[in-house]
């Protein structure tokens, strides 16, 4: 029987990912449909019936609808059954820690501001146990957004990322604990980076070998 959740996404997607990981982690019952944002197939009109926004990620769950990717998590942590609690802890006083993270994610990264993002997650792994944000013992929807976007820089060049990640000591073990927490679907849903980011030094290479 086809699957009642469809999650609309293009894995270059730093929240598509986030979202799929979610998905696979906590055996959601889901169909991925591809929305190559390459080929523009964000822009069709059919597309455009599901998301008027144009973008992914995209839930259909039944007859619901919902965009933007933090919203989907909640709804996704909230309305399955099954989804540990670290999620989305149910407790007011950590989520309303995760729900701040969140909304500063969306007001500032969105933005392009990557290395300040960067410095204000170290922070907050410096305060805890560098296990997951805010010292919370397991990783919640937070780590998961973050850890996917900061995963982005992998396209800017090592060196690029090496300068923005290198400084901020914590981070790197921080990442590692999530990507831990969500084997092998974190690998899995990052390899069209990899070979992106592949595909990209090689180019590198011939654009600077013809100089
Ligand atoms: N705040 C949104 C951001 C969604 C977003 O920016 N999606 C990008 C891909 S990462 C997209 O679909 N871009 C295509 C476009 O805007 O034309 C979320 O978290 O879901």
Redesign the pocket.
């Known amino acids: 029987m086809a699957a009642m959740l469809k999650v609309y996404a293009?894995r270059?997607?730093?929240?598509?990912r986030a979202l799929i990981i979610f998905c696979r982690v906590n055996k959601l019952d889901f169909e991925e449909v591809t929305?190559n944002?390459g080929k523009g197939q964000?822009?069709t009109p059919e597309f455009n019936k599901i998301n008027p926004?144009?973008?992914?990620?995209?839930i259909v769950d039944g007859r619901f609808r919902l965009?933007?990717?933090?919203?989907?998590l909640r709804y996704l942590a909230t309305v399955f059954p099954g989804v540990p609690d670290h999620w989305y802890p149910v407790d007011l006083f950590t989520r309303a820690k995760i729900e701040s993270i969140l909304d500063w994610h969306?007001s500032n990264l969105?933005r392009g501001a990557e290395s300040a993002e960067v410095s204000v997650a170290n922070d907050h792994v410096r305060r805890g146990k560098e296990q997951a944000l805010n010292g919370n013992p397991q990783p919640s929807i937070a780590d998961l957004?973050l850890v996917c976007e900061i995963m982005q820089l992998e396209l800017v060049g090592d060196e690029r990322r090496d300068s923005i990640l290198g400084p901020r000591e914590k981070i790197g073990a921080w990442m590692e604990n999530v990507k831990k927490a969500t084997s092998p679907h974190f690998e899995e849903a990052h390899e069209l980076i990899f070979k992106m980011k592949a595909w990209l030094s090689a180019d590198r290479v011939k654009t600077v070998s013809k100089l």
């Open positions: 293009d270059l997607s730093q929240p598509s929305v944002l964000h822009r926004m144009g973008q992914v990620p995209v965009f933007e990717s933090h919203a989907i969306h969105r957004s």
